[in-house]
């Protein structure tokens, strides 16, 4: 499937208002694109004990491999204020760059960073995380 830009970035602002941010009140969504053509959703999920919180990027690849996926072509990520408007720098954090190396080909893997609703900033993982290890 050819990952269609506008309908992930509206798949993770989806994803990023079922967040559960009570802490930073930052909510965070992802739409993975696997090598399948399926997308697959994740969300911020914080925790009382702050380590404990996971990413919205990391929890949409935690549920893509355990539906079986091992290989990813693409993610938006969209972070929302606790106004309710898009932050438009939610590139993902330094932790789910190397994550998501794991199961991609950097210099293809696609990253869309929602700007608004309909608009968005693309890069690549490798421009994201260079040199990487993997
Ligand atoms: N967060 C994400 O879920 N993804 C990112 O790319 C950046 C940060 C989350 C972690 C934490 O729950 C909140 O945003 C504030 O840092």
Not at 17 to 43: D, E, N, Q
Not at 61 to 82: D, I, M, N, S
Not at 90 to 107: H, I, S, V, Y
């Amino acid at each position: 499937m050819e990952a269609n830009p506008q309908e992930l970035v509206q798949a993770a602002l989806a994803a990023a208002k079922r967040a559960y941010a009570p802490y930073s009140r930052f909510r965070v969504g992802a739409a993975l694109v696997a090598a399948s053509g399926r997308v697959y959703t994740g969300a911020n999920v914080e925790n009382a004990s702050y380590p404990c919180g996971i990413c919205a990027e990391r929890a949409a690849v935690a549920r893509a491999v355990a539906e079986g996926e091992t290989r990813f072509a693409a993610v938006a990520v969209a972070g929302l204020k606790p106004d309710d408007s898009i932050a438009a720098d939610c590139t993902p954090c330094g932790l789910c760059r190397q994550t998501l190396r794991e199961f991609a080909a950097p210099d293809d893997f696609k990253v869309y960073v929602a700007s608004s609703e309909s608009s968005w900033r693309e890069f690549t993982l490798a421009g994201l995380l260079p040199e990487s290890f993997g």
